[in-house]
């Protein structure tokens, strides 16, 4: 019987468009129906340079259904390269193509030649999604952009985190997660955002080692890296949110970096006495039970449902009830991911489920007694569901419809704090 998804969590494959569309002057070019696009260009932040309307498209038909799309595909490109002044062109197919046997990489390998590099990723929608499609982009750039290099950069760390667009917040953390790594005295390189792009891909195989910070996406692509590049990877699972795990991920990094240990040590003291003089001025809130939930719930994709409910744990004490993870996780992983729920301080783990129905997500909140007024942290559709159980809501994940993201983050000291403030900003409205 077709199975039918309830409050959709991610996208296809295809919007993998987003990923390329995070990297400077980088332009998708679709080979798909005309409709595969358009599903980006309600996103927020899609739009400048490059815009999802304006992607160029084969916009195959019936008719190459029939006879195959790949002539379409051919003097696409060829004017995507005569027409869009771009520094990287990435093809991706879509469902129908794939389908019906275009041979894509053959026309985009006739385009080795071309004055700007013209990369191929498979993305059609039956094979997975967005999650999925992201790791094809990266792997299709580590494909055909990079060579293993002689040079080693010493203190050049390469930081993976989730997938642009689909995480809100990508901008912003990573620009954070690039901070605290220089805090240590390396040198953080990442691809996506201002003013990072191709310059910076080509700075990846000089790498001292790559810095993966996500439960899942992304493990494939430094396995490859390491065996193409022979670039060693630290995989640390946890969004790194507040200080407890802010300063754990200090000290993985500088352990694995052989930062020596007392500049570790001087740098988590300082950041914490900052974070904790602000814990301090509001602990009167904070100590104020009757505002805030005891119990809480994330949906959300792996690395904010692990992210978050870390920190409300650690930081702020709070108890979890039972966390859904959203993101459709592939099995291979899931077992370890359950493990990471289980290390919690004061001996708590949290009960999670891997569930993408919306319908039965809702069920098991309305039937959960949260001993009091829930905190639910989740995408738009979970404001339905927060409504009928009085709870506070915080739309963190997407689908975000309710708030502007420009480069906000939620990674660290200061995007603990951003998160504190974003959670009692709404419990307090409750009491005034
Ligand atoms: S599922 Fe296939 S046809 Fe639908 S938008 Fe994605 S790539 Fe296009």
Redesign the pocket.
Known sequence: MAKILDKQRY?????AMQTVQAIERAIPVLH??P??AQ?LSSSSGSSGYFSPNIYPCTSINEKDVVFGGVQKLQSTIEHSLNVIDADLYVVL????PEIVGDNTEEVVEGFKDAKKPVIYAS????KGNNYKGHEQVVESIVDNLLEKSDIRVKGLVNIWADVPYQDEFWHGNLRELEKLVRELGLTPNTIFGFKRGLDNIKKIPTADFNLLISPWVGLHNMKKMEKKLGIPYLHYPTLPIGAFETSKFLRAVGEYAKVPKEKVEKIISEKEEYYYYYIERYADLFLETRVMSKQFTVVSDAQYALGITKFLVNDLGLYPAKQFVVDDTPKEFRDSIKTYFKELNYGIEADISFETDGFKIHSEIKEHDYHGYPLILGGHWEKQVAKETDAHFINVSWPVNERLVMNSYYVGYDGGLKLIEDIYSVARTRFN
């Open positions: 996208k296809c494959a295809m919007s798909s129906g409709g595969c599903k197919t879509g469902c129908i993305t059609a929608g039956f």
